[in-house]
């Protein structure tokens, strides 16, 4: 197929098309943010076009359940029973009709009837067409989906979550935080950045974006962090990266490693390193100086550490492949410090991971949890005493956070925790992922 952005008559097709590709590649298991950057690679597009198909296939993926309602009350097939491949070309379309306030109806319609030609979906374009348009109509007039009554259901259809999720939270962390939640997963996360103190300061980074014309404000309480706001584009090409003056971090991220009390010259342990943003922060506090071993259980996970590492100049990094549930061959209390970012849940950093909502189950938080459980036993026996080790998550659900915690505790009486859990949660006002942390302490 020649290249849709180079073809004068396929104006505002190419985005759509990768963004239509995405919802396919996720429908079958992908990443939404590998399959994006496999489908822009592919079809290499503007940074304006960049931009709408990331939105479109984001948003789409997102309001996948709000989508295929309107679906069912407009189409003559019900969404799940329709071609996956039209059903998703439709949710590409409804969501501009919907959710994409400068795209014009008329573009919205023409391009999905015009890719539903030339993508082999030739004689569903009239289906495409007319349910399009017949939405569009309903929009115009004033119609809404019919929400129901029971407020659970009624938060899950608002804010297109599975029902299961919605009661599942409602359980566990209350009516009000499973609320905001909700309406946090569905906004922009924004794009936060630490700095690298060994090689910049926040203050000449915010020069250089100022010159380069990049909107950029340093992140209060946050002595490394910075956002950036707008539509920066490629954040390699961005002032600094490729000399590693900074690298990408979520705001609440930032906060974990700081809670390790590190100084200068500490053998450090990085259980769950990959992609390594808490080791290099790690590196970064103890002025390169000391050891960090970077352990990961995916040996091409690691390799994004090892790139993370060598761009932004540290030395004091190891990094290794390990199973952490399975370092019998260490000697207890080898480490200064643990850190054990786990595999979690990730509930809170549904914005950021659009297809999460749709692939996580039930039963995955329960298997996760007895990983969890086994990381944490196997951190503590590697803790020195007067050490300290932080256990942390990008999630919100008790079982994988504070119950764990406390389980532990009542197993290890002479462990302590210090200070309170750290507990972000997410909130559809405040910027930044949920997270939680504890600081737990060996006996003498
Ligand atoms: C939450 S991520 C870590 C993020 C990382 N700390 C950072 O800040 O960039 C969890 C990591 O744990 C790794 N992992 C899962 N099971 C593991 C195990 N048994 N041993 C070591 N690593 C494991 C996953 O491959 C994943 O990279």
């Known amino acids: 197929m020649p290249s849709l952005s180079s073809d004068p008559q396929a104006t505002g097709l190419a985005p759509r098309l990768v963004a239509w590709r995405v919802l396919e590649a996720v ?4 990443y939404a943010d590998l399959a994006l950057e496999r489908e822009l690679k592919r079809q290499p597009l503007p940074p304006r076009d960049r931009a709408l198909a990331t939105e479109l296939a984001y948003g789409a993926i997102r309001q996948r359940r709000c989508l295929d309602l309107w679906l069912d009350r407009y189409g003559k097939v019900p969404a799940a029973k329709q071609p996956p491949r039209l059903r998703w070309l439709l949710h590409i379309g409804l969501q501009q009709l919907l959710h994409a306030d400068r795209v014009p109806t008329s573009a919205a319609v023409s391009t999905a009837v015009e890719l539903a030609k030339r993508q082999r979906l030739a004689n569903l374009a009239p289906v495409v067409n007319g349910l399009l348009r017949a939405v569009a109509r309903a929009i115009a007039a004033g119609e809404s989906l019919p929400m129901p009554m029971e407020p659970r ?3 899950a259809v608002e804010h297109s979550l599975p029902d299961w999720l919605v009661n599942e939270l409602w359980e566990r962390i209350g009516p009000e935080r499973t609320a905001d939640l909700a309406a946090a997963s569905n906004r922009i996360p924004s794009l936060d950045l630490r700095i690298n103190p060994l090689r910049t300061t926040v203050e000449a980074q915010l ?3 100022a010159d380069a014309g990049v909107a950029a404000a340093a992140i209060e309480g946050l002595p490394q962090g910075i956002s950036l706001s707008g539509r920066p584009g490629a954040l390699t090409q ?9 690298c990408v971090q979520d705001r609440s991220a930032q906060r974990i490693v700081p809670l390790l009390a590190l100084t200068p010259g500490l053998r450090v342990l990085d259980a769950c390193a990959a992609p390594g943003g808490k080791s ?3 590196a970064e506090l103890m002025c390169d100086q000391g050891e960090v071993v970077a352990l990961d259980v995916t040996p091409s996970r690691l390799r994004q550490v090892q790139a993370n590492v060598q761009r932004l100049g540290l030395n004091c990094i190891k990094t290794e492949a390990a199973d952490a549930t399975d370092l019998e061959h260490l000697e207890p209390g080898c480490f200064d410090r643990v850190l054990l970012d786990v595999p979690c849940s ?3 950093t549904l914005a950021r991971h659009v297809d999460a909502r749709w692939s996580l189950r039930p039963d995955v938080i329960e298997e996760l949890t007895h990983l969890q459980a086994q990381l944490l036993d196997q951190g503590a026996r590697l803790t020195a005493p007067g050490g300290r080790l932080v256990y942390a998550t990008c999630t919100v659900h008790p079982a ?11 197993d290890e009486p002479s462990w302590q925790l210090q200070e309170s859990m750290l507990e972000l949660w997410p909130s559809p006002d405040q910027p930044g992922d949920g997270f939680f942390a504890a600081v737990l302490t060996p006996p003498g």
């Not at 429908?27 to 992908?30: F, L, Y």
């Not at 994988?400 to 009542?410: G, K």
Request: hydrophobic content about 45%; glycine content about 16%.
């Open 27 to 30: 429908a079958d298991g992908a």
């Open 153 to 155: 259901q009624r938060l």
């Open 207 to 209: 020069q250089a974006f």
């Open 238 to 246: 961005l002032s600094g990266f490729g000399d590693g003056h900074w």
């Open 280 to 282: 290099t922060h790690i």
């Open 346 to 348: 990730g509930l809170g």
């Open 400 to 410: 994988e956070n504070r119950s764990l915690v406390e389980a532990f505790l009542a």
